[in-house]
Each structure stands twice: as structure tokens, then as C-alpha cells.
């Protein structure tokens, strides 16, 4: 069975169409989705509504901009704004435009999934299994991903986050995935990423994908969001950053 595996999508509905086509052109059965549906990206309630109409045969957990969107507040913003100024911002807008209707819905969705997929268990979180923004990064030595995964028993543990694609095998014989992002990557390549990931009879293969998308109409889209900052995640559409350990 051929799963699909994307997270972070960011509001950029640009990026998710263009994945979900190359989903369909990879035949996947099935599409499960990390979080972060929407917060600092061109399209964040036509994405989520996008989502929560066409995707129901998706499993989807909760990313820690979904919580934000869903629980905000003023309090939460003068905290965001002290250290990250442009997020709040972002976060302060999406909840202002966003219905009652789809904060309800990111505020539903479940923070972690465990499931059984051709005899392999699996595990779904945003970042780590301890904290759903805890960072799983390119690079990291075997005893900090050991340290995060600890007690858990799934044999494949799916993340995002970091918005970058990696993995490792660890010790204790799991496997961990990080997906990368669909809507803001920060692989200095403006492709959205996900990964394939072929299940067979308790064994599994993993390949991240790159696919192109019209990053030209999401930056743009981006810019006409009008909040202070919106300029700057708009230009990190088209340039992506690199974001190291």
C-alpha cells in the first residue's frame, strides 16, 4: 500500500493542490497529514476550508499553528510578539479572518495518531512525540532522537515541523520521518515537499518527494495578506530559507 505523508502546509493552497496531484499520480491509498494546515500563508481559510470539504478520507492530526489559530488569544499574541513578531502578526491575522467554524474544526483534531498499516505500527505527531513544536532536524545526534522517541512503540514515527526532510534508524530499531513541509519549506528550494511511503507486509520504503508549484501566485497572494511581515514570508516563498541545527 502506497501512503502519502505531508505536514505543514501553511495556508499555501497553491502547494497542496500541486501535491495532491502528484498523490493522485503516485496512485497513494491513503494520505495522512502531520498539521499546520494554516498561519503565515497566502490562502489560510480557503486552505482549511479546502481541506475540511475535499479531504475527509484524510487522517489529520494537530500542528502546533493549528492550537495557536484555535485557542488565541491577546494574552498569547503579546507573548508571541516579544519573540517572534512576524508570527504573531501572522497569527493575530489568520485569527481574525478564520470562522468560528474551521477554528473549531484545527481546535478538534487530535495532537497525536497511532495506527496499523500492512502489519507496521505507525505513529503520527507534529514535531516530537514529548512536545508537538519540539524540533527533529537534519543532522542531530542518535542519542537526542533516542531521548524524544523514548517509551514509544511504533515501529515508524511521522513528523514535521522543521519544515526540512530527514530521517533516521535508530537503536532501538525505529524509524523516524520527518516529511518536510508542504506549504513553506526551508530547504532553499521553492518546492513544496512530502513523502511516499511504500507499506508491504510489514516492511515499508520511504521517498521524499520535491514538487514544483506556482510559487510566483502564492508570493503574491502573500503580499496582499497586508500584515506587518507578510512581505517577508512572502520573499521566503520564492527563496526559501536554509534552516540548519
Known amino acids: 500500500m502506497k501512503v502519502a505523508v505531508l505536514s505543514d502546509i501553511h495556508g499555501n493552497l497553491q502547494a497542496l493542490q500541486s501535491v495532491i496531484a502528484d498523490i493522485e499520480k503516485e496512485q497513494c491509498e491513503k494520505v495522512l497529514c502531520l498539521g499546520d494546515l494554516a498561519m503565515a500563508g497566502p490562502l489560510p481559510v480557503t486552505t482549511v476550508d479546502y481541506i475540511k470539504r475535499n479531504c475527509s ?17 491577546l494574552d498569547m499574541y503579546n507573548k508571541m510578539q516579544k519573540v517572534y513578531p512576524v508570527m504573531a502578526n501572522a497569527a493575530l491575522d489568520d485569527a481574525n479572518v478564520m470562522d468560528e467554524d474551521l477554528k473549531q474544526y484545527l481546535g478538534s483534531l487530535p495532537p497525536r495518531k497511532e495506527l496499523m498499516i ?4 505507525v505513529l503520527m505527531v507534529h514535531g516530537s512525540p514529548r512536545r508537538m513544536n519540539e524540533d527533529i532536524l537534519p543532522g542531530m545526534k542518535l542519542s537526542q532522537v533516542e531521548e524524544m522517541i523514548e517509551g514509544e512503540l511504533a515501529d515508524l514515527i511521522l513528523c514535521g515541523h522543521t519544515h526540512i526532510p530527514c530521517g533516521y534508524q535508530t ?29 508491504d507486509r510489514g516492511s515499508f520504503t520511504v521517498k521524499h ?8 501566485t502564492a508570493a503574491k497572494l502573500m503580499r496582499e495578506r497586508g500584515f506587518e511581515g507578510c512581505e517577508q514570508i512572502a520573499d521566503q516563498l520564492l527563496v526559501p530559507l536554509i534552516r540548519h541545527l
Not at 513541509?181 to 511516499?196: D, E, F, H, L, Q
Not at 518527494?209 to 510566483?216: G, R, S, T
Open 171 to 199: 537503536l532501538t530499531k525505529k524509524t523516524v520521518v520527518n516529511v518536510g513541509s508542504v506549504g513553506r519549506p526551508m530547504t532553499g528550494i521553492p518546492k513544496a515537499n512530502y513523502a511516499v511511503i511504500d507499506f
Open 57 to 73: 478520507d484524510w487522517i489529520i492530526i494537530q500542528g502546533n499553528t493549528d492550537k495557536i489559530i484555535a485557542e488565541f488569544s
Open 209 to 216: 518527494k520535491e514538487v514544483d508549484y506556482d510559487c510566483e
Open 118 to 121: 500492512e502489519g507496521v505500527s
